[in-house]
């Protein structure tokens, strides 16, 4: 069974960087894509970007400047950063393998 | 960007009757490899999203065989026969035929 264990700063003010990470055990890396999605307070869900096994991104056109996605399976995880936060950026961050399994989801705040 | 529009964006039912969430896209899902990557997911709140249905009409494992996935090109269908307790939520469809991946804007299913 796969479970996904993520991972980060909860607290930022604005011009940071969030940085989250994603723990993977179990399953192989290989032929999937690892997502990041997020979900502000009360609101739906947005798809951040992916990243799979040999470092092929593909980010959201609206966080492209921003965001930085890597994956490092040695250390079985992977990770999202995006710059330069402003309060529009709180949310609830979940990593997920496609749509199948899903991080617990961390709470992002951005505040002065 | 694909725009999906999930219709109602509330639906209060009855125990034991059926349910509808219809998720319009504003192009066809049809992939180049044929396959049609329409999603559906539930969320709870508190929790991150659960993956129903995937490739427009395959059940996940363990979504029992009451709730079912159909349509084509841009018209798509979740359908639950009879309602259970369990079924209250906000249901998202998800395309991922085209990046970036986009979702509905949710459905919120209610018991009357």
């Known amino acids: 069974q796969v479970q996904l264990q993520q991972w980060g700063a909860g607290l930022l003010k604005p011009s940071e960087t969030l940085s989250l990470t994603c723990d993977v055990y179990?399953?192989?890396?290989?032929?999937?894509?690892w997502n990041w999605i997020r979900q502000p307070p009360g609101k739906g869900l947005e798809w951040i970007g992916a990243v799979n096994h040999r470092g092929d991104t593909s980010y959201n056109p609206s966080l492209r400047r921003r965001i930085t996605m890597s994956l490092d399976t040695s250390k079985r995880q992977f990770s999202l950063k995006l710059s330069s936060v402003t309060a529009a950026d709180t949310a609830v961050y979940y990593c997920?393998?496609?749509?199948?399994?899903w991080g617990q989801g961390t709470l992002v705040t951005v505040s002065s | 960007d694909i725009v999906l529009t999930q219709t109602p964006l509330s639906s209060p039912v009855t125990l034991g009757q059926p349910a509808s969430i219809s998720c319009r896209s504003s192009?066809?899902?049809?992939?180049?490899?044929?396959?049609?990557?329409l999603s559906w997911l539930h969320q709870r709140p508190g929790q991150p999203p659960r993956l129903l249905i995937y490739?427009?009409?395959s059940r996940f494992s363990g979504v029992p065989a009451r709730v079912s996935g159909s349509g084509a090109g841009t018209e798509f269908t979740l359908k639950i026969s009879r309602v259970e307790a369990e079924d209250v939520g906000i249901y998202y469809c998800?395309?991922?035929?085209?990046?970036?991946?986009?979702f509905g804007q949710g459905t919120k299913l209610e018991i009357k």
């Open positions: 998800m395309q991922g035929t085209q990046f970036p991946h986009t």
């Open positions: 179990g399953g192989s890396f290989r032929g999937y894509y």
């Open positions: 490739k427009l009409s």
């Open positions: 997920a393998r496609e749509l199948t399994f």
């Open positions: 192009q066809s899902l049809v992939h180049s490899d044929g396959n049609t990557y």
